[in-house]
């Protein structure tokens, strides 16, 4: 009999062992699924995230981020609090990163352990999504430190050369409003735009002509109240001012500066990354706007 008891003591302390340091504890109201995520974030290491370019680039370190999951998890919230954030099933909320945290080198195996972190409008509240596989988690929880980060993460410092701006403004500014107002009569509660980029990009010489086209590139964002009242289009995203990014296909402007540097024409490019296209329809661009005698 105390051998038996002995045996059970056993087995039962390894099952609790096992569910303390794997995280494998019964599913509670607020962590849905079949990875318990709550443990997962609560004991997660600047060492669980790999060493790449999603870091070297940001001005968040690996530290940084794991210091703030794990203060964030200190705060768990319940499903109707995640759902009322606008972060419920089936929303995808507006800024989100995913790392990948266990498994192979390259993160493409069945195995591989990913966390998704999406924030939305509501201040510091996160939803987490674990996944390995076909296996899932969901948990919520509340930090300052964290949501700003997921919100900022892809912000760029301001990017307009205000010289060469004030030389083209008349024909930057033209393009931008004629989407703006194009994008109003579809409906969408744009209330202004704002420039974001505006800088030298590249310069061709024509070979067939005396003259030079130089390329830069243009950016702008929408302005408006309600996000969420935007018609979303693929490619459009809202950055962390709230702010709508991408909208129309306006993001080149092209001018063509005869030999004697005096005289200039210009004509609006749509967004390119092959340099010789880019060459050809700016010249083709001004041609068709600016006919020969």
Not at 31 to 42: K, T, W, Y
Not at 57 to 76: C, H, S, W, Y
Not at 86 to 103: A, T
Request: glycine residues 8%.
């Amino acid at each position: 009999m105390v051998k038996r008891t002995i045996a059970l003591f056993l087995a039962l302390s390894a099952v609790l062992c096992l569910t303390g340091c794997f995280g494998l504890e019964p599913e509670g109201p607020d962590d849905a699924g079949s990875i318990r995520v709550m443990p997962l974030i609560r004991r997660v290491e600047a060492t669980d995230f790999p060493v790449d370019a999603e870091f070297a680039e940001k001005k968040v370190t690996r530290f940084q981020l794991a210091q703030a999951i794990r203060q964030a998890a200190e705060n768990e919230l319940n499903v109707e609090a995640g759902t009322a954030a606008g972060l419920g099933e089936g929303k995808h909320g507006w800024w989100s990163r995913s790392f990948h945290l266990e498994g192979s080198p390259d993160g493409y195996e069945p195995d591989d352990l990913w966390i998704e972190m999406t924030c939305g409008l509501t201040r510091n509240v996160v939803r987490v999504t674990a996944h390995r596989g076909e296996e899932t988690g969901v948990c919520y929880i509340r930090g300052k430190d964290l949501y700003e980060m997921l919100r900022h993460w892809d912000d760029r410092d301001l990017i307009v050369d205000e010289e060469d701006y004030a030389k083209y403004k008349k024909q930057v500014d033209q393009a931008i409003e004629k989407i703006y107002w194009e994008e109003r009569a579809k409906g969408q509660p744009y209330t202004g735009w704002e420039l974001t980029r505006f800088e030298w990009l590249a310069a061709y010489v024509d070979p067939e002509e005396d003259n030079t086209i130089r390329v830069y590139a243009v950016e702008y964002a929408m302005k408006t109240d309600d996000p969420e009242k935007v018609k979303w289009e693929e490619g459009m995203s809202l950055d962390s001012s709230g702010r709508v990014e991408n909208v129309g296909d306006f993001g080149r402007l092209a001018a063509r500066w005869w030999w004697w540097g005096e005289k200039y024409e210009t004509a609006p490019l749509s967004r390119t990354r092959d340099l010789q296209t880019e060459f050809e329809e700016a010249r083709d661009a001004l041609n068709e706007l600016n006919p020969r005698d």
